[in-house]
Structure formats: structure tokens, C-alpha cells
């Protein structure tokens, strides 16, 4: 191998393909035209006289080559970045970079609109996408350098974590407005439900894989009751339309809760058990500590997500 022929660039664009397999997405992630990509891996196969990538149906495939250097080249990469971070300024005003930052639905209507407001007056140049993935994979989402941040409920990480707390929120109980059974019980916004009252009313409930338990099953359980379960989806606002045009109940956190209520029109009330109080939390990776680009946009996210301490917890934990 010519290693006097070897690049920073060719390598990136090799960790880029590893991760991508797709020569525009490669492009993409380290903002080159596939054409440029396609020209660097090129000058690749000729370096290490392999084939690297091969076509197999629709996709591109690493060769066993090309998985043996993998690794070495994502460690060089990132020893390099942490090298560097310390030195490299960041001028938001100029900058170009995409940031890939894992959330959920709730996330997303959280966050992403107060940050686009702040990111485009302050680098209208940067890109930001938000990833809906699973909370089981943000450590190797992570890991592997696919996101650069995961905004998520506080979980058990490995110590080459960072993370933040960012707010603290608990579960509400949502209802059609003026809904009939809880106007007749005299039951009022943010009183809470008796337990008969609030198993008796079909629920729809979010979860990601259809289970058809949450927060609250136990603690009824454990009193006698259950509730009833009419309908699961995999995300909050699935939920929040299903209470207003249905008039199911449907169990939302209570930042969420308070921004979609006016629009869907929705009252918000407690259940009838106190709901466990959640951190919100913002994770990255420890090579990333000091990046200055990096560092810049955790504040901007920590400035958006600072949601403060809602008055209904005192009402909820009394």
C-alpha cells in the first residue's frame, strides 16, 4: 500500500461509506457530491488494490478487507478529532455542519422548533435532523458516531457517556374537553381522577412495541384495579389525536401535554395515583467533551429544553 498516497479525506470518506453504504448518503455526512465520493473510492481501491464495496442487489456491500481496516480507521478519525478540538474554533455565523440528534416525537415537538428558530438567527448555514430511534440503541448510535446527541429520559449508561439533565416532567392524564363521564363526576382540569372513574374509561396508550402496560398498571394493580386498554401507538401525538377524536383518555408528559391541549383541545387532569417525576437528559460521547461545535449546540438544546419546574407537580405530588 502507498500510504504517501493516502489522504485525511479518502479516510473519511471510507468511514463515511462504512456507515452509509450509499455513496450520495456517504456524500452527504461529509458533504461531498457522489460523484467526489465515487472519484475517492476510487483512488482508494487503488491504494489498497481492493475492491472495498461491492454492488449486491440494490446495495453496496463491504469487502473482508474493507471490514478489517474499519475499526482503525474510525479510531485514527476520532483520535484525531479529539486532538484537534482543543484548537479548532467554532463560528456559528459561517458554519456548515449537519447535526444528527436522536429524539422521540416528544422530543421533536419540544425541541426542534425553538432550536430552528435559534439555530437559523445564529447559523443559518447548520442542518439539523432529528432520528427516531429506539432508547435501547442511543449508546451504539453513539458509539459509532452515526448521531452526534441523544436527548432522551435519564437510563443507565456506560461511563464514557456525558449527559445533562435538561427537565424534570411527569405523566398527565388527557381527555376530550368537556368530556362527559369526568363532567358528570364533578371532576375538574388538573383534579385528579378517582381510580374506579379512570379504569372505567377506555384508554389508548403510547408504546413502541405494544405493550400494554405503563407507569401507572402497578400502582392500580396493586389497589385492585385495571384499566382498560382499547388501543396502543407507538407515539405521543398518535396518542393526543386518538383522545380528541375518539374521547378516549390517553396518558401524555406534561410539557407535552400543555403544548398540544389548546390546538387539539383538551382538557389535562391527574391520575389517581402520583406519577413517578422523569429527568429529561441530554447524552453525547465523551470524545466529543471539547468539540467546540459540539459544545455550542448542547447549549443551544440545554437553552430550549430548560422547560423549568411545572406548578402541577406540587398539585400532582400532594
Same mark, same amino acid.
Given at each position: 500500500?502507498?500510504?504517501?498516497?493516502?489522504?485525511?479525506?479518502?479516510?473519511?470518506?471510507? %468511514?463515511?461509506?462504512m456507515?452509509?453504504?450509499?455513496t450520495t448518503?456517504a456524500?452527504e455526512?461529509?458533504?461531498?457530491s457522489?460523484? /467526489?465520493?465515487?472519484? &475517492?473510492?476510487g483512488?482508494?481501491?487503488?491504494?489498497?488494490?481492493?475492491a472495498?464495496f461491492?454492488?449486491?442487489?440494490?446495495?453496496m456491500?463491504?469487502t473482508?478487507?474493507? #471490514? #478489517?481496516?474499519?475499526s482503525?480507521?474510525?479510531?485514527?478519525l476520532?483520535q484525531?478529532?479529539e486532538?484537534?478540538a482543543? !484548537?479548532v474554533r467554532?463560528?456559528p455565523?459561517s458554519a456548515?455542519?449537519?447535526?444528527? @440528534? @436522536?429524539?422521540? %416525537?416528544y422530543?421533536?415537538?419540544?425541541?426542534m422548533p425553538?432550536? &430552528?428558530r =435559534? !439555530?437559523?438567527?445564529q447559523?443559518p448555514g447548520v =442542518?439539523?435532523?432529528?432520528?427516531?430511534v429506539?432508547s435501547?440503541?442511543i449508546?451504539?448510535?453513539l458509539a459509532d458516531?452515526? !448521531?452526534?446527541?441523544?436527548v432522551?429520559a435519564?437510563f443507565?449508561?456506560?461511563d464514557?457517556i456525558?449527559?445533562r439533565?435538561l427537565?424534570?416532567s411527569?405523566?398527565v392524564?388527557a381527555?376530550?374537553?368537556?368530556?362527559?363521564?369526568?363532567? &358528570?363526576?364533578?371532576?375538574s382540569?388538573?383534579?385528579r @381522577?378517582?381510580?374506579?372513574?379512570?379504569? &372505567?374509561?377506555?384508554q389508548?396508550l403510547?408504546?413502541?412495541d405494544?405493550?400494554?402496560?405503563g407507569?401507572v398498571d402497578?400502582?392500580?394493580a396493586e389497589?385492585?384495579?385495571?384499566?382498560?386498554?382499547?388501543m396502543t401507538?407507538?407515539?405521543?401525538?398518535a396518542? /393526543?389525536?386518538? !383522545?380528541?377524536?375518539?374521547? $378516549?383518555l390517553g396518558s401524555?408528559?406534561v410539557h407535552?401535554a400543555?403544548?398540544?391541549?389548546?390546538?387539539?383541545g383538551?382538557d389535562?387532569f $391527574?391520575p389517581? @395515583?402520583d406519577p413517578?417525576?422523569l %429527568?429529561?437528559?441530554l447524552?453525547w460521547?465523551?470524545?466529543q467533551?471539547?468539540d467546540?461545535?459540539?459544545?455550542?449546540?448542547?447549549e443551544r438544546?440545554?437553552q430550549?429544553?430548560?422547560l423549568g419546574?411545572?406548578e402541577?407537580?406540587?398539585?400532582?405530588m400532594?
Amino acid at each position: 500500500m502507498n500510504f504517501a498516497a493516502v489522504d485525511l479525506n479518502l479516510l473519511r470518506v471510507f %468511514d463515511a461509506m462504512m456507515l452509509e453504504l450509499n455513496t450520495t448518503r456517504a456524500g452527504e455526512r461529509v458533504g461531498l457530491s457522489q460523484p /467526489a465520493v465515487s472519484s &475517492a473510492l476510487g483512488r482508494l481501491r487503488h491504494i489498497t488494490g481492493d475492491a472495498l464495496f461491492v454492488r449486491e442487489g440494490n446495495c453496496m456491500v463491504p469487502t473482508a478487507r474493507a #471490514q #478489517q481496516i474499519s475499526s482503525p480507521v474510525k479510531a485514527a478519525l476520532q483520535q484525531l478529532e479529539e486532538a484537534l478540538a482543543s !484548537v479548532v474554533r467554532f463560528d456559528p455565523a459561517s458554519a456548515t455542519e449537519t447535526f444528527r @440528534i @436522536i429524539g422521540s %416525537d416528544y422530543f421533536s415537538t419540544l425541541l426542534m422548533p425553538g432550536l &430552528a428558530r =435559534v !439555530v437559523r438567527e445564529q447559523a443559518p448555514g447548520v =442542518v439539523l435532523q432529528m432520528l427516531d430511534v429506539p432508547s435501547r440503541e442511543i449508546v451504539a448510535r453513539l458509539a459509532d458516531g452515526t !448521531v452526534d446527541m441523544a436527548v432522551d429520559a435519564e437510563f443507565e449508561t456506560p461511563d464514557w457517556i456525558c449527559q445533562r439533565t435538561l427537565h424534570r416532567s411527569f405523566i398527565v392524564t388527557a381527555a376530550r374537553k368537556d368530556d362527559r363521564l369526568l363532567a &358528570a363526576a364533578g371532576i375538574s382540569p388538573w383534579q385528579r @381522577i378517582p381510580p374506579e372513574l379512570y379504569c &372505567a374509561i377506555p384508554q389508548v396508550l403510547m408504546s413502541m412495541d405494544g405493550g400494554r402496560t405503563g407507569t401507572v398498571d402497578r400502582a392500580l394493580a396493586e389497589n385492585g384495579f385495571v384499566r382498560q386498554v382499547a388501543m396502543t401507538v407507538p407515539h405521543f401525538q398518535a396518542v /393526543a389525536l386518538a !383522545v380528541a377524536e375518539a374521547g $378516549l383518555l390517553g396518558s401524555l408528559p406534561v410539557h407535552y401535554a400543555r403544548r398540544v391541549a389548546p390546538v387539539l383541545g383538551l382538557d389535562l387532569f $391527574l391520575p389517581p @395515583i402520583d406519577p413517578p417525576l422523569l %429527568d429529561a437528559r441530554l447524552f453525547w460521547h465523551r470524545r466529543q467533551e471539547g468539540d467546540a461545535a459540539q459544545v455550542w449546540l448542547r447549549e443551544r438544546v440545554a437553552q430550549v429544553l430548560d422547560l423549568g419546574r411545572p406548578e402541577a407537580v406540587s398539585l400532582a405530588m400532594a
